[in-house]
């Protein structure tokens, strides 16, 4: 991970593109859909873009959601005891989810990349 510094000309202007895209209604519907999928085990964001990330960005809100479609002893996703603080791993958890999504039936062209959550 290489640390960024401001955003300047072209970069800037697509920052604030994405930023102004950024729906803090769809976030909420998201975080209620999520916890009522998965329990409330799975705790809530900071409210905003970034806290939504940092909730999402270890895989494993990510990996309960996409457990919790399957029944019990079809899970496709191994959860860890602890959460991966560890990059490569937070990266490893999230292609998990991305895998069985796929298997799921999510058209692969559909679902973002791993490193979509780390930049």
């Keep these: 991970m290489a ?22 209604e769809l976030e909420n519907r998201l975080v209620e859909w999520i916890v009522a999928q998965c329990g409330a085990a799975v705790g809530r964001p900071e409210r905003g873009r970034l806290g939504f990330q940092v909730w999402l960005k270890n895989g494993i809100v990510l990996s309960r959601l996409v457990n919790s479609l399957y029944p019990d002893g079809a899970k496709p996703v191994k959860i860890p005891d602890t959460p991966p603080t560890m990059v490569f791993k937070q990266m490893e958890q999230i ?9 799921y039936g999510v058209v692969k062209t559909d679902v973002f990349q791993t490193v979509d959550l780390f930049e």
């Design 95 to 103: 292609a998990q989810f991305l895998k069985a999504a796929e298997d």
């Design 3 to 24: 640390n960024k510094g401001p955003a300047y000309g072209m970069s800037r202007d697509v920052q604030s593109k994405i930023e102004k895209k950024y729906d803090d």
